[in-house]
Nanobody, 127 residues
Framework: QVQLVESGGSLVQPGDSLALSCAAS????????MGWFRQAPGKEREFVAG????????HYSDSVKGRFTISRDNAKKMVYLQMDSLRPEDTAVYYC????????????????????WGQGTQVTVSS
């Protein structure tokens, strides 16, 4: 089992940067692929970024590629999402999620692959 707690959400202006953190607990963290998802009002939850258990493989949605960076520190059981050049359309609740049975050399982008979820943190990009 994995427990996840996100933090770092805030109100920022377009073009600003923001870093989200996800603190994990549980013995399966180091073998879990991790992902960040987001959900805007009235929209479905969508994949943002994911990375492999070792952190050596990453995958991003087209909408954030080149602007967001996902990383992890397995010793600290932390996952991070660095968000640069933020846009109003990035406004959403951001969720950290754990895929505890990852497929080798593949980072899942579908929600059903992620068994454990945090409570979310609000990111608002507005002038």
């Amino acid at each position: 089992q994995v427990q996840l707690v996100e933090s770092g959400g805030s109100l920022v202006q377009p073009g600003d940067s923001l870093a989200l953190s996800c603190a994990a607990s549980g013995r399966t963290f180091s073998v879990s692929a991790m992902g960040w998802f987001r959900q805007a009002p009235g929209k479905e939850r969508e994949f943002v970024a994911g990375l492999s258990p070792s952190g050596g493989r990453t995958h991003y949605s087209d909408s954030v590629k080149g602007r967001f960076t996902i990383s992890r520190d397995n010793a600290k059981k932390m996952v991070y999402l660095q968000m640069d050049s933020l846009r109003p359309e990035d406004t959403a609740v951001y969720y950290c999620a754990a895929d505890t049975t990852p497929v080798a050399n593949h980072i899942a982008t579908v929600l059903r692959r992620y068994r454990y979820w945090g409570q979310g943190t609000q990111v608002t990009v507005s002038s």
